[in-house]
């Protein structure tokens, strides 16, 4: 059982996106992430908060072996305030 008495403050995550530029490649990502914490996403229930504001840290391109033999896992690391 999960102990939601602990504050989420964070996460980490990475998307794989199809785009012609960096700054599309941001948008696409971030559009992804949303959309699992909105209404009918895998987190919506789990959020009781605002829906998230997302910050890029880093993009870069995958080759085509990549692109194709990884796939998103869609995990999340999760941090509180203390770490």
Known sequence: MEDRSVSIVGFF??????A?????AGTLAK????SEWQ????????NTGSLPRLLIE????????AEFFQR?????A????DD
């Open 13 to 18: 995550t990475t998307r794989q996106v199809h």
């Open 39 to 46: 209404p009918g996403g895998a987190y919506a229930e789990a």
């Open 20 to 24: 012609r530029s960096v700054e599309e």
């Open 72 to 76: 998103d896992s869609g995990c999340y």
């Open 78 to 81: 999760f941090y509180q305030n």
């Open 31 to 34: 559009r992804r992430v949303l």
């Open 58 to 65: 880093d993009v870069w391109k995958v080759g085509f072996l």
